[in-house]
């Protein structure tokens, strides 16, 4: 009887540390994206790969830049779970927040990830300097709902910040601001959580 016991036992943990290992290894399998280019000037293309875990509830992704090696081999720069929101914040079966991936590109050395909006869109620039992926464009497109759209266009590297909010059914705009706003050091990938902060 006691040997029974035993043997069960032996079954369920052995189960239980299967399904524990199978769901450590299946985070982040599903590969979503992947776009290629020379993002720090070696003339050797680097790539950008995003990655979803739909093994945890909310979906999550993950974003990794991978730097090519002279040996055809890829080592990993940077990753971030932070950059890209869930895309089931609330869990499945809870509330979508209208917000959402969409794409990464690179254009001129630069990683561009563009996210969608319940109303409009918004992006983030980055750019390999100073030994890190630093954030240098911010830009945004929203709606309210109510007939106002609002477009933000911030190139952190000048500090040039534009921000106009004008009626889409009229054209009227109701404001117009240029400021400039340096932050220093700039923003990393890495540390970097959107709308997090109220600029970018």
Request: hydrophobic share 35%.
């Amino acid at each position: 009887m006691m040997r029974t016991w035993f043997f069960i036992l032996s079954i369920i943990f052995s189960l239980d540390t299967f399904a524990q290992s199978t769901n450590s290894t299946n985070k982040f399998s599903l590969e979503i994206t992947e776009v290629m280019g020379d993002l720090n000037k070696d003339s050797l293309l680097d790539k950008v790969v995003v990655c979803q875990d739909t093994v945890d509830e909310t979906f999550p992704y993950r974003l990794q830049i991978y730097f090519a090696q002279p040996n055809g081999e890829f080592k990993l720069a940077v990753s971030s779970t932070k950059l890209l929101q869930p895309q089931y914040p609330g869990g499945k079966n809870g509330i979508g927040s209208g917000n959402g991936f969409a794409s990464v590109t690179i254009r001129n050395g630069v990683v561009i990830v563009n996210n969608e909006l319940l109303r409009g869109h918004y992006e983030h620039k980055f750019r390999f300097q100073n030994g890190n992926f630093e954030l240098i464009g911010y830009s945004c497109v929203a709606s309210d709902g109510l007939g106002e759209m609002t477009t933000i266009d911030f190139n952190l590297s000048t500090g040039k910040r534009l921000k106009k909010t004008e009626r889409y059914d009229t054209d009227k705009v109701l404001s117009d601001t240029k400021k400039k706003i340096l932050i220093r050091p700039l923003p990393k990938l890495q540390d970097l959580i959107p709308f997090e902060n109220a600029l970018f």
